[in-house]
């Protein structure tokens, strides 16, 4: 299917999944045209344009029409768990309508391959997840995620257009956002964190893992409507896991131990449940379509990947 005299246009470019899946596909010389809300461009890519300009079908037409692959991965993430009515109509608007747009004109433009980055939130946000269970999309992001599946499926059914609908669990590596982000800062102040010895379960993805498999969807000479759930190998507690941010940033964590109905009772006085819960609790992915289907394997254990973090910086 895929020709490199062919053009991936990857959306959400100056994002940090995008940033590092452009560097990975320049290195792979793959030929790229890279969008997104921020004027800072993509070295090596083929063309870099501003989101803000790409209104109308014919520019949407001009940009596509050498193409054969579209990676969307821009959207507004989920950070804000009490969404005013404002916050909701505009992540509806950009994480819904404009993906859906953007396939339609991909049908409209002969493109072969749509590939969707969605979240194992869509899945639920703890426990066992898998494609063989019933989705449970908790919160205003995770449901807009789900919405695009949904839609995204019937305008590739409808059209034979090859879509691929990717689940990754939370993505971490330098400069990731997000959860991560917020444990990096808390680390870097020293804050005390209360979770010794808690012997959760959690599975996350290095963005080393998370390219590698997008390169892998790309690459990939046939296939039809699939989803797939990704992640790391490794299944690591949050303690442990935070103590790999910390040596990564050559800091002693400051662990302690509290019961967990304690903390439980206090996150909820503090509207903190949600993201205790994040923390606590066990989240394990099931993979084993991406292994059958694509033959993956995450190529690097979660060890490597924090080895080779300060490889990639600019």
């Known amino acids: 299917m895929f020709s490199k005299k062919n053009h991936i246009l990857v959306t959400g470019a100056n994002g940090f999944i995008g940033r ?10 793959l030929n790229l045209i890279t969008v997104s809300r921020h004027e800072k461009s993509i070295d090596g890519a083929h063309k870099h344009v501003l989101r803000s300009v790409i209104k109308s ?6 940009l596509l029409k050498n193409c054969s692959t579209i990676i969307h991965l821009s959207g507004i993430a989920h950070r804000n768990e009490t969404p005013t009515e404002d916050f ?6 950009v994480n819904v309508n404009q993906t859906l747009q953007l396939a339609r004109m991909a049908v409209k433009n002969n493109i072969k391959r749509f590939i969707f980055l969605s979240s194992i939130a869509v899945s639920g946000q ?5 494609l063989k269970k019933k ?8 449901k807009t995620k789900k919405k695009n599946e949904k839609e995204l499926i019937k305008i590739a059914k409808k059209n034979k257009l090859e879509l691929i609908i990717i689940r990754p669990p939370m993505v971490y590596g330098d400069e990731a956002k997000g959860n991560y982000e917020k444990l990096v800062k808390l680390i870097k102040y020293n804050m005390p964190f209360p979770f010794k010895n808690i012997k959760n379960k959690k599975q996350f993805i290095s963005i080393y893992n998370l390219i590698d498999f997008i390169y892998e969807c790309i690459m990939l000479k046939k296939i039809n409507i699939q989803k797939f759930l990704v992640a790391d190998e490794d299944i690591i507690s949050t303690e442990k896991f935070i103590n790999l941010i910390a040596k ?3 800091k002693t964590p400051i662990m302690f131990y509290v019961n967990v109905n304690i903390l439980i009772f206090f996150a909820k006085i503090l509207n903190k449940k949600n993201e205790l819960d994040k923390l606590t609790s066990n989240l394990e992915v099931d993979v084993s379509k991406a292994k059958k289907i694509l033959n993956w394997r995450p190529p690097y254990t979660i060890f490597e990947s924090f080895e080779k973090m300060n490889e990639w910086k600019d």
């Open 126 to 130: 703890s426990g066992f997840l898998s």
């Open 135 to 142: 989705d449970n999309p908790d919160g205003i992001y995770a």
């Open 20 to 29: 590092n899946l452009s560097k990975f596909l320049l290195q792979k010389q």
């Open 57 to 62: 079908e014919k520019d949407w037409s001009s």
């Open 88 to 93: 909701e109509e505009q992540i509806y608007n």
């Open 248 to 250: 990564k940033l050559g």
